[in-house]
């Protein structure tokens, strides 16, 4: 029984990520692209995003993540985590990591 729940849940959460990566791909801007060569030892960008394609499988690592010029962060991903929308959304399992800026002064 518990599995038929889980398996159920997990079928929604996957439906709503689907609903609301479509419903937002096109409001946010594209995350900053992050230059390799200035990162430390260890750490990741993101990958380039093949033309045609919603989404980049991301090997487990860490990634900095750019908001815009001046800040930054770095996230450790697990193996089958996604990016979608140019890096404006990240999912892995039933988590979603929603990057912009805002622009909030």
Same mark, same amino acid.
């Given at each position: 029984m518990a599995t038929?729940?889980?398996a159920a849940g997990t079928?929604?959460?996957?439906a709503a990520v689907s609903v609301l990566? @479509?419903?937002?791909?096109?409001? =946010?801007a594209a995350v900053?692209?992050?230059?390799?060569?200035?990162?430390?030892?260890?750490?990741l960008s993101l990958p380039?995003?093949?033309?045609?394609?919603?989404?980049?499988?991301?090997? @487990?690592?860490?990634?900095?993540?750019?908001?815009? =010029?001046?800040?930054?962060?770095?996230?450790?991903?697990?193996q089958d985590t996604y990016a979608h929308s140019d890096g @404006?959304?990240?999912t892995s399992g039933e988590v979603i990591l929603r990057v912009t800026d805002q622009g909030y002064t």
């Amino acid at each position: 029984m518990a599995t038929r729940i889980q398996a159920a849940g997990t079928s929604l959460a996957l439906a709503a990520v689907s609903v609301l990566l @479509a419903a937002c791909s096109g409001t =946010d801007a594209a995350v900053p692209e992050v230059d390799p060569s200035e990162l430390p030892t260890g750490v990741l960008s993101l990958p380039p995003f093949d033309q045609g394609k919603r989404y980049a499988t991301l090997d @487990a690592g860490r990634y900095r993540i750019e908001l815009n =010029d001046t800040l930054s962060f770095d996230v450790d991903l697990p193996q089958d985590t996604y990016a979608h929308s140019d890096g @404006a959304f990240i999912t892995s399992g039933e988590v979603i990591l929603r990057v912009t800026d805002q622009g909030y002064t």
